[in-house]
């Protein structure tokens, strides 16, 4: 498959669905799922949405993910976003758990 370099490098979101990323592996989503879930695949939980984080996907598969540092060493700025986006992402966890406890509360 000698396209799938060229698809691994163009990718430039910070984060990939369950079906991007089943698309890109070349697998069905229901195994890319139990991938994530036995933690074969890096994964960020977003309430019930399920994100792959670019990077750290592209750092396991051992390509070049800036297309110019080395495969599997994210640049800086790619370090501040991922970093940015796995603190909102536990911002929105909290919230979610803490509107969770309201709800219960008031039943």
């Known amino acids: ?6 698809a691994l ?13 089943a698309a890109l592996l070349r697998v069905s989503e229901d195994v890319c799922r139990r991938a994530i879930d036995d933690g074969e695949i ?6 019930r949405r399920i994100l ?3 990077a750290k996907l592209l750092a396991m598969l ?8 080395p495969a599997g060493t994210p640049d800086e700025a790619e370090r501040a976003a991922m970093e940015r ?23």
């Open 62 to 69: 051992g390509s070049d993910p800036a297309g110019g540092s």
């Open 85 to 107: 986006v796995e603190s909102l992402v536990d911002q929105l966890n909290e919230a979610m758990a803490e509107l969770s406890r309201t709800l219960k509360a008031r039943r």
């Open 42 to 47: 890096p994964s960020l939980r977003l309430g």
């Open 1 to 6: 498959m000698t396209d799938q370099p060229t």
């Open 52 to 54: 792959v984080p670019t």
């Open 9 to 21: 490098n163009s990718i430039r979101r910070a984060t990939l669905t369950v079906a991007e990323t």
